[in-house]
């Protein structure tokens, strides 16, 4: 977490995929409560609208091997050193995810099942949770603290659906943790690395001297310092209410207009749910004359 855009960069990654999450498992869900079952991916019809899940097929190598780069740009200082190539097994990590997910997909459950692959994006989160803010210390740390916990709860959420892929909360969980991670990240990025949304009397955090392992943010006076934690900790408030009320409102939307929710026509499981339906329906009774 060293940049503007390393954090920026995980924006794009998180909160695109929990708003996809979040509208498909409602609009299933919605469709069957009853049946409801969480999937590694929501796959639409045609293929071309699952674009963002085969740039993040791309994209993550690259990042990866950006922060590799970094990795070995700073030889002279073992803290960013450490934390650059920490960072690039992290992303390696969630595209070693991605793959798996496709081939789940084209491959099936002959292969492998979907327990395997949550249990696989739970430890892939505690991976992310291992690396997270590295050598950060004092108001940084709380940050990254606030992030870390985040990451935590998509963890779990991951387990839990491994467990009982019909849990909605937990998908409800993952997806909104996803969200919420996404505008944190973002929100982290702008406060602690530039000037211009940065804390009041507090400077960026900018590279490290070599005789320094922590990195922090410089307050003038203490004062300045317990403010910057206040600001940080109501702003963590602020997101998760945003997110909440952002998941809560889109749920009902769809609830309330059918035509908006996005999926129920598509995929194997509604198939098989109309047909399983179509199977219990009752015969109309016959009147006697």
């Given at each position: 977490m060293a940049s503007v855009a390393t954090h920026f960069s995980g924006f794009l990654l998180f909160f695109p995929v929990g708003v996809r999450r979040l509208l498909s498992s409602s609009?299933?869900?919605?469709?069957?409560?009853?049946?409801?079952?969480?999937?590694?991916?929501?796959?639409?019809d045609p293929r071309w609208k699952n674009l963002d899940l085969y740039i993040l097929l791309i994209a993550l190598p690259i990042a990866s091997f950006s922060e590799l780069f970094f990795f070995l740009s700073f030889s002279g200082h073992p803290t960013y050193r450490f934390s650059f190539f920490q960072q690039s097994l992290s992303v390696l990590a969630f595209?070693?995810?991605?793959?798996l997910i496709i081939v789940y997909e084209y491959v099936g459950s002959s292969f492998m099942n979907e327990s395997f692959v949550f249990v696989f994006g739970g430890i892939v989160f505690l991976v992310e949770y291992s690396v997270m803010g590295k050598g950060s210390s004092g108001l940084s740390g709380i940050v990254y603290g606030l992030l870390g916990g985040l990451t935590l709860a998509c963890a779990a959420s991951c387990f839990y659906l491994s467990v009982k892929p019909g849990a909605f909360f937990a998908e409800f969980l993952l997806s909104s943790g996803l969200v919420f991670k996404g505008t944190w990240l973002l929100q982290t990025g702008l406060s602690l690395y530039t000037d211009a949304f940065g804390l009041k009397g507090c400077q960026k955090i900018s590279l490290l001297p070599p005789q320094q392992e922590t990195v922090d943010m410089h307050c003038d006076l203490d004062e300045d310092s317990f403010r910057g934690v206040a600001m940080m900790q109501f702003l963590f408030t602020v997101h998760a209410f945003v997110v909440l009320v952002l998941a809560i409102g889109m749920f009902g939307v769809l609830a309330s207009n059918r035509n908006l929710r996005c999926g129920e026509s598509k995929g194997p499981l509604l198939a098989e749910l109309e047909s399983g339906s179509l199977r219990m329906r009752p015969l109309p009774e016959l009147e006697m004359e």
């Open positions: 609009s299933l869900y919605l469709q069957n409560p009853t049946h409801f079952r969480s999937k590694l991916w929501y796959f639409a595209w070693a995810l991605i793959i």
